[in-house]
């Protein structure tokens, strides 16, 4: 029998994935189809869980069905990694969703399931590639939204600790964690050389405080960081910020929820197939909303396109 995979991440959106996922449950083509459903327990359970659930079903599963926030997409598109032909829809529940902005889907929960298991709206989507240099290992990973080097990754890591992040997503403004996490970082942090490849062409830049490959527009839970980007087979859009006094960050960030920082002199905007950039210090990065460290990282386009729902009218 040939069925729909959901998986849950039961805690995402503080709880709100998990009530998306009960008012699904109630519905009745939820019953009159073939749907099995998997909570995620722990951090990259989605990651483990996609490919075991392909052997378990082989050839059995019509599209694995996420609910929950970037993060938890981003675990099971990773697991996904090789079953690039195996149908991916998103049903946001966290607290970002930027995912769900970059392909302008407009329906949520019960509705956007009915559309899912009814229809055939899948489109081709080419994710990002990255590898950096601290992996254990040498294969890459997969990103859905952006990838972004610097100031804007130390903002995510701090606001990705944060315990008020909780509480304002309780109130439904927890894109308000992402700017409190701003005011902390603005005096702490150092700006760094990088070395940047973009299509073969190589400079070096002097203080930098943040570059951001992105595949769609949309980035820390609404706000525009490159507002004409448009998803496309072939380039990222790229932000490189640098040279910009501390108080005129705050200024800049600020204008980001609308996209009017792309003005500033301070900001460039270009495109490219291939980006690597490398750094003689550590520096942070973050993907999809998780954070690390590293010194260098190669990106790119999927060379072969996944199928991922994609409504928009």
């Known amino acids: 029998m040939i069925m729909y995979i959901l998986i849950v991440n039961p805690t995402a959106g503080d709880g709100k994935a998990l009530r998306v996922f009960k008012s699904i449950q109630n519905e009745p083509l939820f019953h009159q189809l073939s749907c099995r459903t998997f909570f995620t327990k722990y951090k990259d359970h989605g990651e483990e869980l996609a490919p075991q659930l392909i052997e378990m079903y082989p050839d059995k599963i ?32 966290g607290s970002g969703n930027d995912f769900a ?11 956007l399931f009915r559309k899912i298991v009814t229809s055939s709206y899948y489109r081709p989507y080419w994710g990002g590639v990255y590898r950096t240099d601290r992996r254990k290992t040498n294969h890459s990973r997969l990103f859905a939204n952006s990838i972004g080097f610097g100031f804007d990754a130390e903002i995510v890591r701090r606001s990705n600790k944060a315990r008020y992040k909780k509480w304002l997503n309780k109130i439904h403004i927890g894109s308000l964690a992402y700017v409190i996490a701003l005011l902390e970082c603005l005096f702490r942090y150092q700006p760094k050389t990088l070395t940047i490849t973009q299509d073969g062409v190589t400079t070096t830049h002097h203080n930098v405080w943040m570059l951001t490959i992105c595949i769609h527009g949309y980035y820390g ?27 005129k960050i705050l200024g800049l960030f600020l204008t980001v929820f609308w996209g009017g920082h792309q003005h500033f002199k301070e900001v460039s905007i270009t495109e490219s197939s291939q980006i690597h950039f490398s750094s003689y210090q550590p520096v942070a990065f973050q993907v999809d909303g998780q954070s690390g460290i590293c010194e260098s990282c190669h990106v790119k386009k999927e060379t072969k396109p996944r199928s991922v729902f994609q409504f928009n009218k």
């Not at 902005?101 to 509705?111: A, N, P, Y």
């Open 221 to 247: 839970g609404g706000m525009k960081i490159i507002p004409n980007s448009k998803m496309n087979k072939d380039n990222f859009s790229v932000l490189l910020l640098k040279n910009i006094s501390r108080w």
């Open 101 to 111: 902005r970059g392909i302008s889907s407009k329906l949520k929960g019960v509705r």
């Open 62 to 93: 019509i599209s694995f069905i996420v609910i929950g926030g970037d993060g938890t997409y981003h675990e099971v598109l990773n697991g996904l990694k090789s079953h690039n032909t195996i149908p991916l829809a998103f049903i946001p529940a």
